[in-house]
């Protein structure tokens, strides 16, 4: 099952959007206009899944935070989303919220469809007769989600994954205490640890492939527990002239080397949808390039098909001639909200003509206007 569909209605930067989605997403547009807020939008449905609406809302300073700046009347905020599976079956799953005089997140709307058949559909007889119901959310209760317990189950499967290298090095020193599925990586190694070791020595070894061709002396990963503290190190193991070689572990590994190991671990790891903010950093440009087609293979390797939602800034990236491009989506803010937008069929027509890439024709539609400006600031 994938997102094929997600409507926003006054959330963050976007007033009105309704986007289809394939597998496959690459979201591009100017600084600022939305990406993270766009992606953002997933983590909520799964944060409501797992922790429940409250919490969700408040992690996100309030109703009035996530708001649109742009919202007129009626000013709920809206999110909608249509999954898809193989088969056909489509699910339809809506969520309107508003804040009452206690600044408290509010139902306005519920809805759950299979297909077109109505599953759930709030405020109902029971709601208006006791409004504290509508505090939360059906998706985030056992009770009362058994119906549509596929979508519910869907959304807690959704990740969110943008490792810090810094945070894999030194978890303790953002946080004394564990912190679990974070995404910026505090959990990270303990995560590989506690996966079965068959897997996870299978992983390893894909990894170990891909990352030899950028890194030649690495010959093996394998992690290790510290009996004495328990914590767990990466180590590396590089070819050298002595015969048993040398070995690092996390703390001597590059930015670079991190970045790219819990990437693609993060595409093994998981199986509902991942969501990627700026993967490119701290690659080399070669690799960035790249990144598509090994994404897409080791999705293809899994005995299930994974969606993946990529947010970017690399023309290097969208260089890569798989991307289709209907699996591009261009943000472009504007006194209304950020608009959102697939390639226009002249664009498209040009890429296929041509033979040109995403990069060439679309990257520009979101550059910043006069960037060269940015250099007149600064004149004396």
Same mark, same amino acid.
């Given at each position: 099952?994938?997102?094929?569909?997600?409507?926003?209605?006054?959330?963050?930067?976007?007033?009105?959007?309704?986007?289809?989605?394939?597998?496959?997403? /690459?979201?591009?547009?100017?600084?600022?206009?939305?990406?993270?807020?766009?992606?953002?939008?997933?983590?909520? $449905? +799964?944060?409501?899944?797992?922790?429940?609406?409250?919490?969700?809302?408040?992690?996100?300073?309030?109703?009035?935070?996530?708001?649109?700046?742009?919202?007129?009347?009626?000013?709920?905020?809206?999110? %909608?989303? %249509? $999954?898809?599976?193989? #088969?056909?079956?489509?699910?339809?799953?809506?969520?309107?919220?508003?804040?009452?005089?206690?600044?408290?997140?509010?139902?306005?709307?519920?809805?759950?469809?299979?297909?077109?058949?109505?599953? $759930?559909?709030?405020?109902?007889? #029971?709601?208006?007769?006791?409004? %504290?119901?509508?505090?939360?959310?059906?998706?985030?209760?056992?009770?009362?989600?058994?119906?549509?317990?596929?979508?519910?189950?869907?959304?807690?499967?959704?990740?969110?994954?943008?490792?810090?290298?810094?945070?894999?090095?030194?978890?303790?020193?953002?946080?004394?205490?564990?912190?679990?599925? =974070?995404?910026?990586?505090?959990?990270?190694?303990?995560?590989?640890?506690?996966?079965?070791?068959?897997?996870?020595?299978?992983?390893?070894?894909?990894?170990?492939?891909?990352?030899?061709?950028?890194?030649?002396?690495?010959?093996?990963? /394998?992690?290790?527990?510290?009996?004495?503290?328990?914590v767990v190190h990466l180590i590396g193991r590089y070819e050298h002239w002595r015969p048993r070689g040398a070995k690092?572990?996390?703390?001597?590994?590059?930015?670079?080397?991190?970045?790219? !190991?819990?990437?693609?671990?993060?595409?093994?790891?998981?199986?509902?949808?991942?969501?990627?903010?700026?993967?490119?950093?701290?690659?080399?440009?070669?690799?960035?390039?790249? !990144?598509?087609?090994?994404?897409?293979?080791?999705?293809?390797? +899994?005995?299930?098909?994974?969606?993946?939602?990529?947010?970017?800034?690399?023309?290097?990236?969208?260089? =890569?001639?798989?991307?289709?491009?209907?699996?591009?989506? !261009?943000?472009?803010?504007?006194?209304?909200?950020?608009?959102?937008? !697939?390639?226009?069929?002249?664009?498209?027509?040009?890429?296929?003509?041509?033979?040109?890439?995403?990069? =060439?024709?679309?990257?520009?539609?979101?550059?910043?206007?006069?960037?060269?400006?940015?250099?007149?600031? /600064?004149?004396?």
């Amino acid at each position: 099952m994938y997102i094929s569909k997600i409507i926003l209605k006054n959330w963050k930067n976007f007033q009105d959007v309704k986007v289809p989605l394939r597998w496959r997403a /690459f979201l591009i547009g100017p600084n600022a206009s939305g990406k993270s807020n766009f992606l953002d939008a997933f983590r909520f $449905l +799964r944060s409501v899944a797992t922790e429940g609406l409250s919490r969700a809302v408040e992690s996100r300073g309030g109703i009035s935070a996530i708001r649109c700046l742009a919202a007129r009347r009626p000013s709920d905020v809206i999110i %909608e989303v %249509e $999954l898809s599976d193989k #088969e056909g079956l489509k699910w339809t799953y809506a969520l309107a919220l508003n804040q009452d005089n206690q600044r408290r997140p509010i139902i306005k709307e519920e809805m759950v469809r299979k297909g077109d058949e109505p599953v $759930l559909s709030r405020p109902s007889d #029971e709601d208006k007769s006791d409004p %504290e119901r509508l505090t939360q959310t059906a998706l985030e209760q056992i009770s009362e989600n058994r119906d549509f317990r596929p979508v519910a189950d869907f959304f807690k499967s959704i990740s969110y994954r943008h490792l810090l290298p810094q945070v894999v090095r030194d978890p303790r020193g953002f946080s004394p205490g564990l912190v679990r599925n =974070d995404p910026y990586g505090r959990d990270f190694l303990l995560r590989m640890w506690e996966t079965p070791k068959r897997t996870r020595d299978s992983r390893l070894r894909k990894i170990t492939r891909a990352l030899k061709i950028v890194i030649p002396q690495l010959s093996e990963l /394998f992690l290790k527990m510290d009996e004495t503290t328990g914590v767990v190190h990466l180590i590396g193991r590089y070819e050298h002239w002595r015969p048993r070689g040398a070995k690092q572990d996390e703390s001597q590994f590059s930015d670079g080397t991190l970045r790219l !190991l819990g990437l693609l671990w993060a595409v093994f790891e998981g199986m509902g949808p991942l969501l990627l903010e700026e993967p490119e950093i701290s690659l080399h440009s070669e690799v960035v390039r790249r !990144l598509p087609t090994i994404f897409h293979r080791i999705t293809r390797s +899994r005995k299930q098909l994974r969606q993946i939602l990529v947010s970017t800034h690399s023309e290097e990236m969208l260089r =890569d001639e798989g991307i289709a491009p209907e699996e591009v989506i !261009l943000l472009q803010p504007g006194p209304n909200g950020t608009e959102v937008k !697939l390639p226009e069929e002249v664009d498209v027509r040009a890429m296929r003509e041509g033979r040109l890439t995403p990069a =060439d024709i679309l990257m520009p539609k979101v550059a910043p206007e006069n960037p060269q400006q940015l250099e007149l600031v /600064f004149e004396r």
